[in-house]
């Protein structure tokens, strides 16, 4: 069974850093795409970033550009997000998703993913 894991999340300052990871585990990351969405309280869930496990083309987020970085660990199965420079709007509950027929090229809506993790909190505040 496809199962995806979210861990990293906590309390930082604004300006500080957070790597938030995603695990995988039912199957490889060879074939998908995974990608990074948020959700604060009282907003819709947006999407942060995405990684193309074909070609390991990246996708962000204008909010977060130049910030955040996703990267993959094929050997560890897991997906990381490195959040930089963090702000206060950043705080949200942080979700990763699996993606089972992404063929490329764009960065793929909340929708268009098969497997989700279970969340995790991440705050921003001094």
């Known amino acids: 069974q496809l199962q995806l894991v ?4 906590g309390l930082v300052q604004p300006g500080g ?14 074939y998908y795409a995974i990608g990074w969405f948020r959700q604060a309280p009282g907003e819709e869930r947006e ?3 995405c990684i193309s496990l074909r070609d390991g083309s990246t996708y962000y987020a204008d909010s977060v550009k130049g910030r955040f970085t996703i990267s993959r660990d094929d050997a560890k199965n897991t997906v990381y997000l ?4 963090l ?3 950043d705080t949200a509950v ?12 764009y960065f793929p809506l909340a929708y268009e993913y098969d ?5 995790t909190q991440v705050t921003v505040s001094s």
């Open 6 to 9: 979210e861990s990293g999340g």
């Open 17 to 30: 850093s957070l790597r938030l990871s995603c695990a995988a585990s039912g199957f490889t990351l060879d």
């Open 47 to 49: 999407g942060v970033s």
């Open 82 to 85: 490195q959040m930089n420079s």
């Open 87 to 89: 702000k206060p709007e």
């Open 94 to 105: 942080y979700y990763c998703a699996g993606n089972t027929w992404y063929t490329g090229g």
């Open 115 to 119: 497997y989700w993790g279970q969340g």
